[in-house]
């Protein structure tokens, strides 16, 4: 295991299962329906290769930056499109694909400037969500693992850059973030 990880929250066992059933879940609901999956990156890429790998319908793929995070743990709330969707919207069932939802900065915002462009629809898949943390009433409509209010890593998401190659979602050592 990584020295700077504490302990594993998820492990890569149990992010297969879960990403599976997701898979299973959108495959059902949209069948027919052609949606376009919109990765928030840099953080959701891990999450959104592997659930599109479970999704036997057909739909397509775009992806969004945004950075709100900086290089602290906590959000400044500040929300800034890095870049922006390459596709057309217009009339299209969009699910979000976000690899942690928070305090919900991000995904309202994101719902907020996305709904101008009038899409069939908008849902949103998260892999981790933290509902103790929310700051704004947004819920995800698929949600892999809840977990408590601790700081994660791994599996797209990282801390200062670092440890998105992890293959499990770990526990960050307080001291690497304190120093
Ligand atoms: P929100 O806007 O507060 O919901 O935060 C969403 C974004 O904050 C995520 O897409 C992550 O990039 C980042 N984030 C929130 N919690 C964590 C964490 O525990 N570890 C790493 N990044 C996190
Ligand atoms: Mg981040």
Partial sequence: MNPDIESVLVT???IKIKV???????SADFSNLNPMFIGILKGSFMFMSDLMRNVDISCSADFM?????????TSTGAVSIT???QENIENRNVILVEDILDSG???NYLINILS???PAS?????????PSRRKKPIYADYVGVEIPNVFVVGYGLDYAEKYRNLP?????????YAE
């Fill in 122 to 130: 908008i849902s949103t898949a998260t892999f981790l969500d933290k």
């Fill in 12 to 14: 890569e066992e149990e």
């Fill in 65 to 73: 930056g945004v950075s709100s995070y900086g290089t602290g743990t």
């Fill in 105 to 107: 900065m991000t995904l």
């Fill in 168 to 176: 499990y979602i770990g526990i960050l050592k307080p001291e690497i």
């Fill in 20 to 26: 599976k059933e997701i898979g299973n879940r959108i």
């Fill in 83 to 85: 870049k922006d969707l």
């Fill in 116 to 118: 101008v462009r009038n």
